[in-house]
């Protein structure tokens, strides 16, 4: 059993910078492959960014060369270190937790990968 509690949300003005963190609770985390989600009113969960047991990052196009995705082994944490933000990044961030993936397992940037997920914390950029 993991359980994820993320922070750092907030609002922020379009082109400003945002870090967003998750801990986790339960687990080996160095055995676990970490992603981040966000969703909109309306809209499906939509994958952003994922980091390996490994290390390897995989990113959405949107996220590519905007967003980063450190993890922290010995604090058992996953950021997302957002930078210029638009206020279509505007939504709920979801931290999700991939205990399955073996040390060679790609990322898909799909929700069914993940078996657990945190509370959500809310970004809201304005332009």
């Known amino acids: 059993q993991v359980q994820l509690v993320e922070s750092g949300g907030g609002s922020v003005q379009a082109g400003g910078s945002l870090k967003l963190s998750c801990v986790a609770r339960?687990?080996?985390?160095?055995?676990?492959?970490m992603g981040w989600f966000r969703q909109s009113p309306g809209k499906e969960r939509e994958f952003v960014a994922d980091v390996s047991r490994s290390g390897s990052t995989f990113y959405s196009d949107s996220a590519k060369g905007r967003f980063t995705i450190p993890r922290d082994n010995a604090r058992k944490t996953v950021s997302l270190q957002m930078s210029s933000l638009k206020p279509e990044d505007t939504g709920a961030y979801y931290c999700a937790a991939d205990v399955t993936r073996i040390l060679t397992g790609l990322a898909q940037g799909l929700a069914q990968q993940y078996e657990y997920w945190g509370q959500g914390t809310q970004v809201t950029v304005s332009s």
């Open positions: 339960g687990g080996t985390f160095n055995r676990i492959s």
